[in-house]
C-alpha cells in the first residue's frame, strides 16, 4: 500500500539534545511538506520542499532544519534551539503544488525528558 | 492575512441526528478549501477538495458545500465511528501553503 510513513511514533528529547523525525513516502510525490500541531492551534507549517535539494521556510522554521536528498524522504531535525519543542509533528505529501491535496503521515509525538 | 475559523469548537449529537459544521475563511483569492477527518493520535485523512463557489462533493453521510465566504460540512444521519475531529484549510491562489483552522471535535453518541 502506497502511504507515507513516520518514525518513531514517540521521541522524548533531553535538554540541549537535537533529535530527528524520519519522513518516508511511496506515493512518488513531488511535494513534501512539515507541519507542527499543538492543542488547541491549526496546523502550522514548518518547511516544505517541492524536489529535491530544495526547500523552504515555513511560518515557523525557526530551531529546525530539513533535508531533501532523495524524493521519497524528507526528515526534520530539531535542534536545541527550538525552546518549546513538544508537540506533534506531521509530514504530508502531494503530487502537485496548488490545487492538490496534501496526504498526512500518523505523525510523531515529541516530548522534553 | 489568510485566515480559516471552524464552529462550533465542540459538538455533541446523538447518532442518526443530522447537523452541519462551518468553515469561514478570508483569503486573497480562494485556490482550494480542503476538508480532512482526524482521528486521534493520528494524522489528517483527506476528504474533499473545493474549488468554487456552489460547488459540492459528497461521500457517504458527508457532504461539503462551498460559498465565497464559508465552507459547510453536512453529517447526514451520523453513526458514532463519524467521531473524529474534522479540519478544513485553504490555499490561496499564488501560495503553495495551507492554512488551517482549529478543527471541530465531533462526538456521536450511539
Known amino acids: 500500500d502506497g502511504g507515507i510513513t513516520q518514525s518513531p511514533k514517540y521521541l522524548f528529547r533531553k535538554e540541549g539534545q537535537n533529535v530527528t523525525l524520519s519522513c518516508e513516502q511511496n506515493?512518488?510525490?513531488?511535494?513534501m511538506y512539515w507541519y507542527r500541531q499543538d492543542p488547541g492551534q491549526g496546523l502550522r507549517l514548518i518547511y516544505y520542499?517541492?524536489?529535491?535539494?530544495?526547500?523552504q521556510k515555513g511560518d515557523i522554521a525557526e530551531g529546525y532544519s530539513v533535508s531533501r536528498e532523495k524524493k521519497e524522504s524528507f526528515p526534520l531535525t530539531v535542534t536545541s534551539a527550538q525552546k518549546n519543542p513538544t508537540a506533534f509533528y506531521l509530514c504530508?505529501?502531494?503530487?502537485?503544488?496548488?490545487?492538490?491535496?496534501?496526504?498526512f503521515g500518523d505523525g510523531t509525538r515529541l516530548s522534553i525528558l | 492575512e489568510d485566515q480559516v475559523t471552524q464552529s462550533p469548537e465542540a459538538l455533541r449529537l446523538q447518532e442518526g441526528e443530522s447537523s452541519s459544521l462551518n468553515c469561514s475563511y478570508t483569503?486573497?483569492?480562494?485556490?482550494?478549501l480542503f476538508w480532512y477527518r482526524q482521528d486521534p493520535g493520528k494524522g489528517p485523512e483527506f476528504l474533499f477538495t473545493?474549488?468554487?463557489a456552489g460547488e459540492e462533493k459528497e461521500k457517504e453521510r458527508l457532504k461539503a458545500t462551498l460559498t465565497k465566504k464559508e465552507s459547510f460540512l453536512h453529517i447526514t444521519a451520523p453513526k458514532p465511528e463519524d467521531s473524529a475531529t474534522y479540519l478544513c484549510?485553504?490555499?490561496?491562489?499564488?501560495?503553495?501553503?495551507?492554512?488551517f483552522g482549529t478543527g471541530t471535535r465531533l462526538l456521536v453518541s450511539p
Open positions: 504530508a505529501s502531494s503530487i502537485g503544488y496548488y490545487n492538490q491535496p496534501q496526504h
Open positions: 506515493l512518488n510525490h513531488d511535494a
Open positions: 520542499s517541492q524536489i529535491v535539494n530544495d526547500f
Open positions: 483569503v486573497s483569492g480562494l485556490r482550494g
Open positions: 473545493l474549488y468554487s
Open positions: 484549510a485553504v490555499q490561496a491562489k499564488g501560495f503553495q501553503k495551507l492554512v
